[in-house]
């Protein structure tokens, strides 16, 4: 089954404590993407892959890493999370860079104490 | 002002009744435009691209208005199955950038 996988879907952490979010894919998509939804703000886009070895910032970038070594990993890395960093994530993955359909995973809501 | 905007709603609409929600977005270099149905604290997914001539799925409309930079969604006959909010999208930036409204919440009643 085509799919994109997050982990973990659900997290409470403290401030400070590095974390990370695992995001796999199976489609052999070059193109994949990491969201924060937040209420009231919709989704926006933190950091973006176009291939191996290949990432950009998004919207708001601030406070986090990615790294893309293989094709179908695109983990999120939040170094020393804060309150701020609350949010629901998706990761995305789409198979070309000019079409707008986008594979959600099913997302990973984070709280930070 | 916002790149792309939405009513956020809610709708709130009987069961067989036509609802259209509209999105402007502000970059006129916007090159492809998309609806998306998200369920409650669900994924997002793809409902349906918008075309400049207009395009139709069963019971879906969507158009695109690139003179006044809006794109619309048109529901025919709802049912109760299509409540859930509907996210548009914008693609700038050569495909790489794609950003989405906020949402406009849609609940079809008895």
């Known amino acids: 089954e085509a799919q994109v996988t997050q982990n973990p879907r659900y997290l409470i952490t403290v401030t400070g404590k590095k974390l990370t979010v695992t995001c796999s894919q199976n489609?052999?998509?070059?193109?994949m993407s990491w969201y924060r939804q937040d209420p009231g703000l919709g989704l926006r886009q933190i950091y973006y892959s176009m291939n191996v070895e290949v990432t950009d910032k998004g919207d708001v970038p601030e406070g986090y890493k990615v790294s893309r070594k293989e094709k179908r990993n695109f983990p999120l890395i939040l170094e020393s999370p804060s309150p701020n960093q609350t949010s629901l994530y998706f990761c995305a993955s789409r198979v070309q860079r000019n079409t707008g359909e986008l594979f959600f995973g099913e997302g990973s809501r984070l709280t930070v104490l | 002002r916002k790149e792309v905007e939405q009513d956020p709603g809610p709708f709130n609409v009987p069961e067989g009744a036509t609802v259209a929600f509209n999105c402007t977005y502000s970059?006129?270099?916007?090159?492809?435009f998309f609806w998306y149905r998200q369920d409650c604290r669900k994924e997002p997914k793809l409902l349906m691209s918008v075309y400049s001539s207009g395009n139709e799925d069963g019971r879906f409309t969507a158009q695109l208005n690139r003179a006044s930079q809006y794109i619309s969604l048109l529901i025919r006959d709802s049912k109760l199955s299509d409540s859930a909010t509907y996210l548009c999208?914008?693609?700038?930036?050569?495909?790489?950038?794609?950003?989405f409204g906020t949402g406009t919440q849609l609940k079809v009643e008895l």
């Open positions: 999208v914008v693609v700038t930036g050569g495909g790489n950038k794609l950003t």
């Open positions: 970059n006129s270099a916007s090159q492809s």
């Open positions: 489609m052999n998509h070059e193109y």
